[in-house]
C-alpha cells in the first residue's frame, strides 16, 4: 500500500492549488495528488479550442507547479473512501493511505430528459482533452451547430463558433434572457444584442421537445413549434457536484446536493475537506449555502483548506463567496461580483442604485474609444457596498476585481469619495469622470 501524508483527489485548478499551497504550508509533508487523465484540461479555455487556441491540446494545464513543489501525480481513479482506515481504493486495484484527505473532485455536465438526447451528435461539454479533441472535429465538419444552455460556457462557445465562417449557430435558453442568472437584464441584453450582430440566431423563452434525425441528430424542435436544424448539438445546460465518493465514507451532503463543508472546509468526516464544484459554498451576504463552480472560488477554498490543514494558522477566513466574474464577448467585457438588483429584491436588501457611463479614453475623440456602463448596488441601511456590474471594452476587465475588494473591505458609498486611482488617456476613463466614482455619486444623489 503506497503512504502519502496529504492526498488531494482531482487535478482542476482547485486540486492544483492544493497541493501547492499544501507544500508551501507543509515542506516536510508527502503530498500526492491523483487524477483520471494523463493531462489536465484548462476548465475557462474549454470554450476557446474551436478558433482562437487552434486546438484542443494547446488548452493544457501545465504540470510545472506540481513537479516543481515535489508532488507525486497517480494517473488513476479513486473509486472508494475508508474513513475508518484511512484509505483510497483506485480503480487500478492499487490503495493509498492518507492522513488528510482533500476532495476536489469537480461536477458533471447536467443530462435534462429530452427525447432524443442520446442521439448521436449530441455533444456534453467535458474536461476531458480526448473528448474535446472529438468534439472539436465534429464542429469544424459540422454547419448548423446548436448549442442549448445560455449561461457562460453557452454564450462563449456560441461567441466562439460564429467566427468561424460557414457555420451557423443557434442558441437555445429557457429563461428570458441569456446570462439573466448572473447579469441584471439590462447588461444581458448587452450580451445578446453582440451576439446577435454576429450573427448567432438565439431563441429565448423556450425549451428543446424533442432532438430529431434517424441515425444521428437532425433538427432541434422547440416548445414554441420552431424546428432548426442540427449538424451537432452541445448541451451547455449547466453541472452537478460530483458527489461519488461520498456515500461509502458518510459525507454529507447540503442543500444543492454538494458536499456540505464549513468556512475551512471541513466536511462531517474527521480529516477530509472538499473544494471546487463538489463543494458548496456560503453567501457572502445571507450565509446560505449556495452551489457556485467558478474556477476563481475553487482556487480560493484550495489556499484556505491548504493553510489549515494541521492546525488553524490562518483565521482570516472567508467570510463567503461573492462569486465574482467577468465574460468577454466579441470585445464587450461583462462582469459582476456580489448580489445583482434582482436577487437584493428577492432577497428582502432595502437597496440603493448608482449608475455611470462614459468613455474608457480621454478625450473621447481617441481612436478606438468605447464606452463603460457601471452599475452599483448599495445597502440603504449600512450604504455599504452590495453588488456591482459592469460592461465595457477589455480594458476594464480587471475592475470587477477592485469592486469585489470594496465589498470584501465593506467600503460604503462615501468611501468611494475619496478612492484614488491611477489614470491615463489612451488606458482609463478620464480622472474627472471616473466610473465608479461618480457611479457611487449618482447613488449620493438619491440620498440627498
Known sequence: MAKTDILIIGGGPAGVVAAVTARKNNPSKKIALVRETEKAVIPCGIPYIFNRLDSAEKNIMPDNGLEANKIDILIDKAVKIDKTAKTVDLKSGKNISYDKLILAVGSKPITIPIDGIDKKGVWRVEKDLEYLKKLRQEVLKSKNIVILGGGFIGVEIAEELININGLNISLVEKLDNCLITTLDKEFAVEAEEKLKQKGVKLYTNCSVNQITGKNRVEYVKLDNGKTIPADIVILAIGARPNIDLTKEPGIKLGDY????????????????????????????????????????????KARIVAANLYQLNDLRETKGTLSSFSTCIDGLVLGGTGITENRAKKEGFDILLGTSQCPNHHPGTLPNTGSIKVKLIFSKTSKALLGAQISGPESISEMINILALAIQNELTVYDFQTMQFSTHPLLTTAPTVYPLITAAQSALAKLD
Not at 472546509?265 to 457556485?292: L, Q, S, W, Y
Request: aromatic share 10%; hydrophobic share 40%.
Open 257 to 300: 446536493n454538494g458536499i456540505r463543508v464549513d468556512e475551512y472546509m471541513r466536511t462531517n468526516v474527521p480529516d477530509i475537506f472538499a473544494i471546487g464544484d463538489c463543494a458548496e459554498t456560503r453567501d457572502f451576504f445571507t450565509g446560505k449555502h449556495i452551489p457556485i463552480m467558478l474556477a476563481s472560488t475553487a482556487t480560493t
